[in-house]
């Protein structure tokens, strides 16, 4: 509750402050509040659905990023048509905040008991904590980086104009939501080989934007990053929580979960924009091929020999 406030109110000092340090004042209240959520719901999945948190994680992370084409295309339509982008992004953030306050209402706060509260002395766990972190940190640079710089992409190297790159961009949320829709269907075929063919597919869309003859062939490229990118975060998350379940708190793992995507959705953008000024945007989206050839190596499936040979020193090292 106290995250959601705070999201509303600096979502209205934002849209309402008649100077800037009321307008950034309301930028990091929201920051704070959305913090808040994002370290919060991943205990609240994993205590309410168990071992059926992938998709539970999968279908919460999906309608955040239909939210983002629809607040982008209607701001995108408002400025095209003189209009102030305040009263437009108001309404669709009041709509947002109502449907959380009233799908999240019936719903409690974990009870599950605290076995280890949240410290940075959880990642000398190897193991259990630091190397789930970083699959996820891989996964969410993956995915999250070609996103932020598709619609730049789009326009300086595909060639779409000012107005079309930002719509043809919004394939990248829509892919993504979709592809997380029905992952229990595609774990049920790919099994244990999801998580290494969702690198896979990542990096051939990148190669296919990066080599692809037309702007087309691009957006093709894109949505295949798109689709093959939406399994990474919601199953390197149920990873961690299976590692580290009955050693660290779900509360405590969902702030473990949110340094890990903090990070990534800081470097990764980041890192690709300055590649870009040392080689040009459309080659320096072969980092992506790169960084999912780390992940599917790292993440490939375990032999069930050595994966039984796993599960024994886990729970050796429980008992001790």
């Keep these: 509750a106290a995250g959601a406030a705070a999201m509303a109110v600096g979502i209205l000092l934002f849209c309402t402050g008649p100077s800037w340090p009321i307008t950034l004042g309301g930028t990091v209240l929201s920051g704070v509040g959305g913090a808040l959520l994002v370290m919060i719901m991943p205990g609240l999945i994993s205590d309410h659905h168990g071992e059926h948190r992938a998709a539970a994680f999968a279908a919460v992370n999906g309608p955040p990023g239909v939210a983002g084409v629809a607040f982008s295309m209607a701001i995108g339509v408002a400025l095209g048509q003189h209009w102030s982008w305040r009263p437009v992004y108001l309404a669709l953030a009041a709509i947002t905040v ?47 980086s070609i996103g932020v710089w598709a619609t730049s992409y789009l326009k300086e190297v595909g060639g779409a104009s000012s107005g079309m790159a930002p719509v043809l961009a919004s ?69 961690l ?9 779900s509360i405590s793992l969902g702030a473990i979960c949110a340094l890990a995507s903090g990070a990534a959705v800081t470097i990764g953008p980041l890192a690709l924009g300055v590649l870009a000024d040392a080689v040009g945007l459309r080659w320096a989206i072969l980092i992506i091929p790169a960084l999912c050839l780390v992940g599917a190596t790292t993440q490939r499936p375990v032999p069930r020999r050595s994966a039984r040979s796993n599960a024994r020193s886990d729970h050796t090292n429980v008992g001790d």
């Design 98 to 144: 109502v449907t959380l306050a009233i799908v999240a209402h019936p719903v409690s706060m974990p009870l599950a008991s605290r076995v280890g509260t949240f410290s940075l002395g959880h990642f000398a766990d190897r193991q259990r904590v630091l190397i789930p972190w970083l699959f996820i940190v891989n996964a969410v640079l993956t995915e999250f």
């Design 171 to 239: 394939t990248f949320g829509v892919m993504m939501f979709a592809s997380r829709l029905v992952l229990p269907a595609t774990q049920r075929v790919l099994r244990s080989a999801t998580i290494a063919i969702s690198f896979g597919a990542v990096g051939s869309g990148a190669v296919i934007m990066c080599f692809g003859p037309t702007l087309a062939s691009k957006v093709a490229g894109l949505a295949i990053t798109a689709f093959g990118g939406g399994p990474l975060y919601p199953l390197t998350v149920d990873r």
């Design 241 to 249: 929580y299976r590692r580290a379940d009955g050693v660290i708190d």
